[in-house]
């Protein structure tokens, strides 16, 4: 499976494809809450597809106390607005036996190395935030802000790169996100 990181992903997943939203400007609450009414909707749909339109890229299975866990990592190719990139999109999904899903969402949206720090930091952290607006009807503790963000050049070759993104945590569904956007506030920044 390591090896699939020095293959081509021309080679990756041949015969899949589905729609996956591209960027979009975001400059008011309503847009803001808009657009995550439909990452939600897409998240959904993506979860909900076939694995018939999905390449399995590694299935890995660890047996501990007598109880198995699966992780399943699947890929498939994008069309619409995003296709010319080559870019495939990935779902993984992993049967954890025993886990509370409460405390499990806590641990994803929890700062540190192993939470999500730059995509879930809770808004009164606000370094790096341009703007901050209330997910409608999402309840306390939910969010969607707009924040800059860097990708300081992590794997060996890539170059530094700034872009904005819509963050959203809703906790009552115990759903999050991390969208790519383009704001006026950081023009050029995508």
């Avoid at 897409?42 to 018939?52: F, P, V």
């Amino acid at each position: 499976t390591i090896v699939r990181m020095f293959v081509s992903p021309k080679s990756w997943a041949q015969r899949t494809t589905g729609n996956l939203m591209g960027e979009r400007r975001i400059s008011t609450v309503a847009e803001a809450n808009k657009l995550a009414k439909d990452v939600r909707a897409e998240a959904t749909s993506i979860w909900s597809e076939s694995k018939s339109n999905w390449a399995t890229m590694d299935h890995y299975q660890e047996g501990r106390e007598g109880k198995q866990s699966d992780l399943i990592v699947e890929a498939r190719r994008v069309s619409g607005s995003l296709s010319s990139s080559g870019i495939l999109l990935t779902r993984a999904e992993r049967t954890i036996i025993g886990a509370d899903p409460d405390e499990l969402f806590q641990f994803f949206i929890s700062e540190g190395k192993e939470g999500m720090p730059h995509i879930l930091r809770d808004t009164t952290d606000a370094t790096n935030y341009i703007e901050q607006y209330d997910w409608k009807g999402a309840g306390k503790g939910s969010f969607l802000n707009v924040q800059e963000h860097f990708n300081n050049g992590i794997i060996p070759g890539m170059k530094e790169r700034h872009f904005v993104v819509l963050n959203g945590r809703h906790l009552k569904e115990r759903f999050f996100f991390s969208k790519s956007i383009v704001h006026d506030a950081r023009p050029g920044f995508s």
